[in-house]
T-cell receptor
Framework: DQQVKQNSPSLSVQEGRISILNCDYT??????FLWYKKYPAEGPTFLIS?????DKNEDGRFTVFLNKSAKHLSLHIVPSQPGDSAVYFC????????????FGKGTTLSVSS | KAGVTQTPRYLIKTRGQQVTLSCSPI?????VSWYQQTPGQGLQFLFE???????NKGNFPGRFSGRQFSNSRSEMNVSTLELGDSALYLC?????????????FGQGTRLTVV
């Protein structure tokens, strides 16, 4: 039973446009959410996170929104760049820290120029 | 500051053998978590160690085990290897004791079981 779901396996966006990656979770005990970017044969790289006490967190081109009532979060990338092309993972934790993370299966983002 | 270091990077083993993977966390990080990445299942949590004690465990068989040393370095062991154990094994370290801190991942060990 998947506790963290990324229902879109892939997303294609043009350079300069907004990329929106979505993530749903089922466990209401999750209190900390993170987004990671991953290239093949490398470890995931941290992008941005959000605590369950917030509904929005921004860092440069990246913004994460959390809707606790819907158990849904999304990552917005504006503007999208070709270098953003990678697999994006949503992860959740139930201990307010980046440990014992439960990951979604990832969304492959392709940004074309 | 050095990142998370995993050794070896690549490994080929035969079914039935056992394997030990090593992870050195970022200096000062005392929590180490292990994950398995496969094409079908994605990234799955194996276990987490802090202060030489296993704090959390994922849903994996007992063939998968780990340990942590007093210097926070960690090892994971897989015994009686099966073909399905072929995967990228990732280690992540976290600054334990602080909330809302991210995990930093190593580059992983690619294990192939033949």
């Amino acid at each position: 039973d998947q506790q963290v779901k990324q229902n879109s396996p892939s997303l294609s966006v043009q350079e300069g446009r907004i990329s929106i990656l979505n993530c749903d979770y089922t466990n209401s005990m999750f209190d900390y959410f993170l987004w990671y970017k991953k290239y093949p044969a490398e470890g995931p790289t941290f992008l941005i996170s959000i605590s369950s006490i917030k509904d929005k967190n921004e860092d440069g081109r990246f913004t994460v929104f959390l809707n606790k009532s819907a158990k849904h979060l999304s990552l917005h990338i504006v503007p999208s760049q070709p270098g953003d092309s990678a697999v994006y993972f949503c992860a959740a934790s139930g201990n307010q820290a980046g440990t014992a993370l439960i990951f979604g299966k990832g969304t492959t983002l392709s940004v074309s120029s | 500051k050095a990142g998370v270091t995993q050794t070896p990077r690549y490994l080929i083993k035969t079914r039935g053998q056992q394997v030990t993977l090593s992870c050195s966390p970022i200096s000062g990080h005392r929590s180490v978590s292990w994950y398995q990445q496969t094409p079908g299942q994605g990234l799955q949590f194996l276990f987490e160690y802090f202060s030489e004690t296993q704090r959390n465990k994922g849903n994996f068989p007992g063939r998968f085990s780990g340990r942590q040393f007093s210097n926070s370095r960690s090892e994971m062991n897989v015994s009686t290897l099966e073909l399905g154990d072929s995967a990228l094994y990732l280690c992540a370290s976290t600054l334990f004791g602080q909330t809302n801190t991210e995990a930093f991942f190593g580059q992983g060990t690619r294990l192939t079981v033949v």
